[in-house]
């Protein structure tokens, strides 16, 4: 197998370019994502490799465009629609939840929606309350949907290939701190798209956690090793549907969780996680299940509220250390 | 695909029938939605159907259809059998969705009729989309949008008409004004009351039709699709019609009066059509009853059909929400095996 290093954004822009090259039902539909090269910058110089006709710009119109993109799915198509960051999804809400995601179930099977819709998210450059947030659980609510949340570069390369081989639906988020962040990119991905992935092996606790917070779990999880802690961090990929048997497997071994998520705490993924271990895990466990989420605001300016609202390494350990004195 | 209005009896007589089909189908409908058989919403298109049968007349078996809410009228218009469709509004699973849908949600992939959406200006967009497959997969067809002109109010109508135009795309708009959105007058809700006039701000070419007359409806569509064709550009056609009952089965009718509803009726396009006929064409009542004889024979067919159609076990609720895994490509197959 060969390897090589690449940053998520070149991962990204490798595996929308394997698809435009393997499949000519594929293209890419956006926000600049043309002349512009991509308001992060993945769809860089494919415009004038792919032409027009496969590299569309759109104007502002996220339900328009997403509709569109859903209707050509119906029409035979594997369309890539970026929307530039989760905040503007909301105006393409109407589309993906009552269109792409009911379309299979209203026509009694007949009909489906190859699409996937590609966006940005998380906090950390100080873009503040309209254009910094987590919201992968406002889509993870949903039957019908598909959610990945790549969080490395190899899923960076390879997720996208997977989306585009299902048929149904897939909304795949894109973390805007890993964009820069440079690793190991493979020629086959890890695994499945919907598995979860055991990213480092552990026995004392479990850190469950997906997308942006995954490093900040792993570096938790070195510190922690040198505290004599051994953790175990699970990268959930795939939001919907989740790998609840990698979760059970894992906390059957520590008999302790904490979930790391960017979200809200209030209706998160964290607490959906939690719920579940409650259900199927309850007696697996030694201490209560713990949830670091973003605090209960709007994603403030100034970077030291930012960076306060949000799951951090410190947090992570020191949370950690409280489990395993029993002191929660 | 040259189309052409032959306006010969056989072919006003088969309007004339198409309508008909509609108009006691759906007034059975309400029948057996008082006697509970049909559940949820019921809108009735009765005194809509020329728009309909007007329009499907001159569609090609490949061209797409996409439909609102009020869509029982497209969907027998198109050819999707009564059978399947009053199945469907009864929930079962020899229905044209499996039953899932309901009244609201007619769907044929074979007569590529993509709903039935109830989200109001929601289909536009993914008209626009099936169009672009299209364009795309170099196949000269259609996609014809029905929507009423209470969509016109919605952001997505405008985004549609936007990139239809701006990316030349070939989709038939098609704007049922029948005066009121739920219960809103248009007057009370648009500042500009002409909606071809919207359309045409969008650079194209839009026309007001008489949508109470299924010739007028036919001829502004095979001008519509020859310019479609030609430009590989959509056109808006927006037809000025009235729905003789009620928004759905929960209606008051507080914002309308009753000698309005009349003087509407009296123009109706089966009524109208049949005078016509009558005056021009040696139209006789035992044809007509022929033909009354022949729907009612359908309907009764379809009550059994539907009676005896299955209910899906619930023990089956949550399929059908993803692709089963054996489906073999991603590639939808709606049309890519024709």
Known sequence: ?328 | MNQKLHLDRHHLIRQLTQMLRIRRFEEKCAELYAQEKIRGFLHLYIGEEAIAVGVMAKLTPEDNIVATYREHGHALARGLSMNSVLAEMYGKTNGCSRGRGGSMHLFDKQHHFYGGNAIVAGGLPLAVGLAMANKQQHKQNVTACFFGEGAVAEGEFHEAMNLAALWKLPVLFICENNQYAMGTALALSESETNIAKKAQSYGMPAVQVDGMNVVDVESATVKAIEYINTNTSPYFLECQTYRFRGHSSFDGQLYRTKAEVKQWEEKGPVIRLIKWLQQNNHFDDAELQRIESDIDNEISQAIMFAEQGEWESISDLCKGVYTPANHTTSISTLQGEQ
């Open chain 1, 1 to 328: 197998m060969t390897s090589q290093t690449l940053t998520y954004r070149e991962a990204l822009r490798a595996s929308i370019e394997q698809a435009l090259i393997e499949d000519d039902k594929v293209f890419l539909m956006g926000e600049d994502v043309g002349k512009y090269g991509g308001c992060y910058a993945v769809s860089k110089g494919l415009l004038d490799t792919y032409g027009a006709e496969r590299i569309i710009d759109t104007p502002l119109c996220e339900s328009g465009f997403v509709g569109v993109g859903i209707g050509a799915a119906l029409g035979g198509m594997h369309p890539i629609v970026e929307i530039m960051t989760v905040n503007f999804s909301l105006l393409a809400m109407d589309q993906i939840i009552n269109s792409a995601a009911t379309m299979h179930h209203m026509s009694g099977g007949q009909l489906n929606v190859p699409i996937v819709i590609r966006m940005a998210c998380g906090a950390g450059k100080q873009l503040a309350a309209q254009h910094s947030h987590s919201w992968e659980n406002f889509y993870a609510h949903v039957p019908g949907l598909k959610v990945l949340s790549p969080a490395t570069q190899n899923d960076a390369r390879h997720m996208l290939g997977q989306a585009l081989n299902d048929p149904d639906p897939v909304i795949i988020f894109e973390h805007v701190m890993l964009l820069n962040e440079s690793g190991e990119v493979l020629d086959k991905p890890d695994a499945d798209m919907e598995k979860a992935l055991v990213r480092r092996q552990g026995q004392d606790i479990s850190l469950i956690t997906y997308g942006g917070c995954l490093h900040k779990a792993l570096s938790a999880a070195e510190k922690l090793a040198s505290l004599n802690i051994n953790a175990e961090v699970i990268d959930l990929r795939c939001l919907r549907p989740l790998d609840t048997a990698t979760i059970l497997a894992s906390v059957a071994k520590t008999h302790r969780a904490i979930i790391i998520d960017e979200g809200w705490m209030t209706g998160s993924i964290a607490g959906e996680i939690s719920a579940i271990i409650m259900e199927q895990g309850f007696w697996f466990l030694d201490a209560p299940v713990k949830r670091l989420c973003t605090a209960e605001v709007p994603i403030p300016y100034p970077s030291h509220l930012e960076q306060a609202a949000i799951p951090q390494v410190e947090t992570i350990i020191t949370s950690a250390q409280a489990i395993m004195a029993g002191e929660q």
